[in-house]
């Protein structure tokens, strides 16, 4: 199968031409400075049409346009029903309308972490796993899970989307969603600033020179053996590990893949997360396995095939 693919992030959209489990061709429009997706839907028209040519490929070869984007979607009716404060615009756009007249594909659509779960399932770390959970660390922290070879979405589109906004400290930080003490609010790149200021010893720590704070910032000081950073990363350790023993808990999966930009350092990561859910998960039938995700940024392109695989497979049955 031949497919047009995006992956909408916050500051880029990365678009590409994707044949089954290859990715021919991509590139990334830079959207920092975009008003809204209505204004940059001409660019992206445009971007994929080049990426074609390049390719050598026509719109006709193509089976659709299948999207990850960042939000709570509706993928049976084609809508963005939150965007998460990007994109504030896109719940207005008929996206799909716009797919047929710019483009002449259909469109599919689907939460970001779910099309990096497709993506990982189809080419990646779950290959031929069933039943796995996926956890992406990053500025958030997104989830999805596939049960018996099906993405779970529930009545309202966000089941599993929300792994992040599972409570592991119910006297913990205020998070965006109005919860307390996601493992959002007290591990992930956006909180990580204010969890490291915090610190009571940050004044005498290296992390207090650095001109910004991040996770590769803390890792690498941790490596040198600074107390603060030593301290901080084992706390978001501790809150990964939780998380994943609360989703393991909720969807009773086989492998729980662990990906975004944090798992640059799964070599830490990884084991810690293992061993924790070796000791904690109430599992009866042996042990979940953790890993991590394979395809890095390219899951999410490569969710096209089988998202629209899906669609195509549903309307055979219809």
């Known amino acids: 199968m031949l497919a047009l693919s995006l992956d909408m992030g916050g500051t880029h959209i990365g678009c590409a031409v994707v044949s089954d489990e290859r990715i021919l061709v991509s590139t990334s429009i830079e959207t920092e400075s975009a008003k809204g997706l209505a204004s940059i839907l001409p660019l992206i028209g445009q971007t994929l049409r080049q990426l074609l040519q390049e390719s050598e490929k ?17 993928t049976r009716r084609g809508r963005i029903l ?19 007249d710019a483009l002449g594909l259909p469109l599919r659509m689907e939460n970001d972490a779910r099309m990096a779960l497709l993506g990982e399932q189809f080419a990646g770390s779950a290959r031929g796993v069933n039943d796995v959970v ?21 009545a309202h589109a966000q089941a599993a989307n929300l792994g992040g906004h599972l ?37 005498t720590s290296v992390l207090a020179y650095a001109p910004e704070l991040n996770f590769r910032v803390l890792f690498d000081a941790a490596d040198q053996g600074d107390k603060v950073a030593l301290e901080v ?56 396995v953790v890993r991590a995700a394979e395809l890095g940024e390219k899951a999410a392109f490569l969710g096209a095939v089988p998202l629209l695989t899906e669609q195509q497979n549903h309307a055979t049955k219809e």
């Open 58 to 74: 026509t719109l006709a070869e193509c089976a659709g346009l299948a999207i990850g984007f960042p939000g709570i979607i509706d």
């Open 82 to 100: 939150s965007t998460l404060k990007k994109y504030e615009d896109a719940k207005e756009i008929n996206l799909a309308a716009w797919s047929e």
């Open 134 to 154: 996926m956890m992406t660390l990053g500025t958030g922290i997104g989830g999805a899970a596939m049960i018996r070879g099906r993405l779970l979405r529930g």
């Open 167 to 203: 409570p592991v400290d119910f006297r913990g930080r205020l998070c965006t969603c109005g919860n307390i003490g996601c493992a959002e609010a007290e591990a992930s790149g956006w909180a990580l600033p204010a969890i490291i200021r915090e610190h009571p010893a940050f004044a």
């Open 233 to 288: 990363r084992h706390r978001c350790l501790e809150v990964w590990a939780s998380n994943a023993v609360a989703v393991i808990h909720a969807y009773d999966p086989e492998v729980v893949i662990m990906g975004g930009g944090v798992l640059r350092r799964a070599d830490v990561i990884v084991p810690f997360v293992q061993e924790h859910v070796k000791k904690h998960a109430w599992v009866a039938w042996g042990t979940p």
